[in-house]
């Protein structure tokens, strides 16, 4: 799919990379709109090895938010929906907290507002850092 990043380089054993609504290439492999949701992507599995939630939380949660009213109905947002949902599941479980992913976020925003048009968005940029 041209435009989009897929996941090729390794298999995935998580039951993750069967997550309901996962973008799949024609071979099966997940892919991705942008860099950020890869990452968004790479960062719920290897939290979900480590044990910090279970398949079925995550499902729960992942569910929860594709649900939601206001979604958009072709699945555009659907990493959104990811990252609003591992982002609940860490507060929920007592991993995070919402003022710092709250933060965390805004500063993310200023940086990829600070940065020229064609590097890398890197934390650092952040005027406020």
């Not at 390794?10 to 942008?34: H, K, N, W, Y």
């Not at 929920?92 to 805004?106: T, V, W």
Request: proline share 9%.
């Amino acid at each position: 799919m041209p435009g989009r990043a897929i996941l090729s380089a390794c298999r995935i054993s998580s039951a993750l990379a069967q997550s309901p609504g996962l973008p799949v290439s024609p071979e099966g492999d997940p892919v991705f709109p942008e860099p950020w949701a890869a990452e968004a992507f790479a960062m719920t599995v290897h939290l979900h090895e480590k044990g910090l939630f279970t398949w079925s939380e995550w499902a729960e949660a992942l569910s929860a938010e594709v649900h939601k009213p206001g979604r958009a109905e072709d699945g555009s947002d659907y990493f959104d929906c990811w990252v609003e949902a591992l982002s609940g599941l860490l507060v929920r479980k007592g991993i995070a907290e919402e003022d710092a992913i709250f933060a965390l976020q805004r500063s993310w925003q200023r940086a990829a507002e600070a940065t020229p048009h064609g590097r890398p968005i890197a934390l650092a940029n952040d005027p406020l850092r």
